[in-house]
């Protein structure tokens, strides 16, 4: 089945470290997406990429690293310079980064101890 | 820049009861709408995108309209069930970005 694949669901980090998320899709999607969801507010967009090789800042980056080396993959890198990283985490997808369907992940939860 | 508000934040209802949820957005300069269900601790399920030249667009039991002109998109749940409870967000696509409202969280009681 065609979807969008993120692991670990659920993950809990010392103060400190590094962490990866990883989101896999078997699309064939060219635009791939990193969103941060909080209580109470609307989604934020974390990075994007449209093609290999090459993403873009979105609206909260500060703290967090992504890479595109495969069409495939875009994992997450939350660093300890992300102040405030517990969240849940959402990669999602689409064919392109024009008027096409978003399809989303499960996410990923993540809890700083 | 694009702000997207939804109303009600929560809403509870009886099986059985029609029901309508509003999304408006500030900007009719879009490209899409898109609705989304979100289940607690799961991610958001696609349902009706709706084109920027479209109306609505219909799913079985739901139905989306999109007015640009007024800056407002409805969905509509027809004959609701226990199982619709859930999170429904709407997003809106502008040249540059994708705008998410804060969704309303639905109660359908048996």
């Known amino acids: 089945d065609g979807g969008i694949t993120q692991s670990p669901k659920y993950l809990f980090r010392k103060e400190g470290q590094n962490v990866t998320l990883s989101c896999e899709q078997n699309?064939?999607?060219?635009?791939m997406y990193w969103y941060r969801q909080d209580p109470g507010q609307g989604l934020r967009l974390i990075y994007y990429?449209?093609?290999?090789?090459?993403?873009q800042k979105g609206d909260i980056a500060e703290g967090y690293s992504v890479s595109r080396e495969k069409k495939e993959s875009f994992p997450l890198t939350v660093t300890s310079a992300q102040k405030n990283p517990t969240a849940f985490y959402l990669c999602a997808s689409s064919i392109d980064q024009g008027a096409g369907e978003l399809f989303f992940g499960e996410g990923s939860r993540l809890t700083v101890l | 820049k694009q702000e997207v508000t939804q109303i009600p934040a929560a809403l509870s209802v009886p099986e059985g009861e029609n029901l309508v949820l509003n999304c408006s957005f500030t900007d009719s300069a879009i490209y899409n709408l898109q609705w989304f269900r979100q289940d607690p601790g799961k991610g958001l399920t696609s349902l009706l995108l709706i084109q920027s030249s479209q109306r609505e667009q219909t799913s079985g039991r739901l139905n989306a309209s999109l007015d640009k002109s007024s800056g407002r998109s409805t969905l509509y749940i027809a004959a609701s069930q226990p199982g619709d409870s859930a999170t429904y967000l709407c997003a809106v696509k502008g040249f540059q970005k994708l705008v998410f409202g804060t969704g309303t969280r639905l109660l359908v009681s048996p």
């Open positions: 990429s449209q093609i290999v090789n090459d993403f």
């Open positions: 699309l064939n999607h060219d635009a």
